[in-house]
């Protein structure tokens, strides 16, 4: 029998908590690394990739504006020691079309940030760290589930558990 797939369960009441969860993950996050945001409309993939960005690019001193890459599909960020590519993938309508985005050479040689990973198929890597985002439509409350298979991301989770970073404001 296998080992279950580790997970971590967050609950943010603001997007400034789910800031401060994407500035606790943005050092942590190495060339190679993928992580895969699921979520509706709304739910603050955007506003996570954003902080996630910011936060890589203070750490080296420096700031730009981070769009969302709704309409260029892929915005690249290439900071002193690794490029993030962040993608989103909603106007996508097949996985072939990924390809032509140059995700795969990603996927190897950058952090990748995803939104609407379902358009990946298959090609969504197995060693990606998912984040599922889940909306309270009356309030501002988000429930934010990490899972992960590959070994790579289980000390990162349970670190995750321990600090549980943006709960309680």
Excluded at 52 to 69: F, K
Excluded at 116 to 138: F, H, Q, V, Y
């Amino acid at each position: 029998m296998s080992d279950p797939m580790p997970s971590v369960k967050l609950v943010l009441a603001s997007p400034d908590d789910t800031a401060a969860l994407a500035r606790w993950l943005a050092p942590r996050l190495v060339p190679g690394d993928v992580v895969l945001l699921d979520g509706p409309t709304g739910a603050g993939k955007s506003h996570f990739c954003r902080s996630l960005i910011q936060a890589r690019m203070a750490a080296e001193g420096w700031h730009e504006d981070v769009p969302s890459p709704t309409f260029t599909l892929v915005q690249i960020y290439d900071l002193a020691n690794v490029s993030i590519w962040h993608a989103d993938l909603y106007r996508l309508t097949s996985p072939e079309q990924a390809l032509e985005l140059g995700l795969e050479e990603a996927f190897s040689d950058a952090v990748t940030l995803i939104e609407w990973p379902d358009r990946l198929g298959d090609l969504a890597p197995k060693t990606a760290l998912t984040m599922r985002i889940s909306l309270n439509p009356e309030s501002d409350i988000r429930t934010i589930a990490f899972c992960a298979t590959a070994p790579r991301w289980t000390p990162v989770l349970a670190r995750l558990a321990e600090d549980r970073p943006g709960e309680n404001g």
